[in-house]
């Protein structure tokens, strides 16, 4: 397959709607399948109390209808894949979003991949393979993930995804440390009221005060500020700011709008906030976009900078999370920022999920291989409640 622009009407070939081997079938994601496939979701990836169990199937069936068969953009099948084995029992799911990108003025077609899950019950260790072979038949130019696990790495690695090892990396500031247990300990068991960690938190939490109060590290109050924005804005300024990248989103019309609507509705991070930092001139020097709530950890969805001014960005997305009472916050890296976080006190890193790329256009592993992708975050999938909602509750 070559790279070929707009212009040349490079021909696309649709992906069979089944693919049938010995081990089973693999088709589009239908309506009647997704109580079957919310079920699995909750067993793989989600406790459920046998009482809320019902509601937790029912919630996440009908968000899975909302993302994977009722996107406005997408007409036929979806994009997402069944696999049922030979009996007609659910074998598999591979969660997959369309996108758009485009390089060199080339318009491709791309699939984020999300859950990948198989029943062991049923599934003697074809599904996950068999799968991923579909989508790669597909239409799509690129293939990407930013939430792998280490079982979806080894299935991927030998199908020469390539692995960008930054993107892999969590990133983590804490503010108040007791809050930050806190929280972790909430998270890991819901159940517990906040009333029994909280008191001790907020008792404990000034005595560290002094270490742990971030500082502007790389811009001056007089000269950059920091000012909120709504959805919509952020919305128009965003690919402005990403046009630097080779390979970049390509969102039509209202499609990022929509995204960022999408991305609204997580829950377990707090409320969705909208912030840019400016020169003294007015002049836009980044944006970005975090899930956060006083005395919880926030969640950093989106950060983009244009040139030297990723510091003064961080800066801002830093100081209004300590300011809204955040015990800490939480994001993926990227290659533009790093020298920036090493710079900062109290920050830590993590692996946190496998972000590969796979194409067979060779300017689009090029631009991969040079770190030349806009990935992660709204091209990505952890922005889905899937990647931590609660669900049933």
């Not at 198989?118 to 239409?139: F, I, K, M, Y």
């Not at 109050?221 to 920091?226: A, D, E, F, G, L």
């Not at 067979?360 to 409640?385: C, H, K, Y």
Request: contains cysteine; proline residues 5%; aromatic residues 8%.
């Amino acid at each position: 397959m070559h790279l070929a622009s707009e212009d040349t009407g490079m021909e696309k070939l649709a992906a069979p709607s089944v693919l049938a081997t010995q081990h089973g079938t693999v088709r589009p994601l239908a309506a009647e399948d997704l109580e079957r496939v919310a079920a699995l979701f909750l067993t793989k990836f989600r406790r459920r109390r046998r009482h809320l169990l019902d509601r937790a199937i029912a919630e996440v069936a009908e968000y899975m209808r909302k993302i994977y068969l009722a996107p406005t953009d997408q007409s036929g099948a979806s994009s997402a894949l069944v696999q049922i084995n030979p009996q007609g029992d659910l074998g598999g799911f591979l969660g997959v979003l369309k996108a758009c990108y485009e390089l060199n003025g080339a318009v491709l077609n791309a699939a984020i991949i999300g859950p990948l899950m198989a029943d062991t019950g049923t599934d003697h260790g074809s599904a996950g393979p068999q799968l991923l072979r579909a989508v790669h038949q597909g239409e799509f130019d690129l293939h990407l993930t930013d939430s792998a696990n280490r079982v979806s790495l080894a299935f991927a690695r030998p199908m020469k995804y390539q692995l960008l090892p930054t993107h892999c990396l969590g990133w983590t500031r804490i503010f108040r440390p007791a809050a930050v247990a806190s929280a972790l300990v909430r998270g890991r068991w819901p159940g517990l009221s906040r009333f029994v960690l909280d008191p001790s938190a907020r008792a404990f939490d000034p005595f560290t005060r002094k270490r742990f109060e971030p500082t502007v590290q790389h811009s001056s109050s007089h000269r950059v500020h920091r000012q909120p924005m709504d959805a919509a804005q952020f919305a128009e300024r965003l690919p402005t700011i990403v046009s630097d990248y080779a390979l970049r989103p390509r969102w039509q019309d209202d499609e990022l709008l929509r995204l960022l609507a999408l991305a609204a509705e997580k829950r377990a991070d707090g409320p969705l906030h909208f912030s840019g930092t400016y020169d003294e001139a007015g002049k836009m020097l980044g944006c970005y976009a975090f899930y956060g709530q006083a005395g919880g950890i926030a969640n950093l969805l989106q950060i983009q900078s244009s040139g030297p001014h990723w510091g003064a960005t961080l800066d801002g997305l830093i100081e209004e999370a300590w300011n809204m009472g955040c015990a800490g916050i939480i994001g993926q890296t990227q290659n533009r920022f790093m020298p920036q976080l090493f710079s900062y006190k109290n920050v830590f890193f993590r692996y946190a999920g496998g972000t590969m790329v796979r194409s067979r256009i060779p300017e689009v592993a090029q631009a991969v291989r040079s770190g030349d992708i806009f990935i992660g975050g709204l091209m990505g999938d952890r922005w889905t409640r899937l990647s931590s909602d609660d669900f049933g509750r």
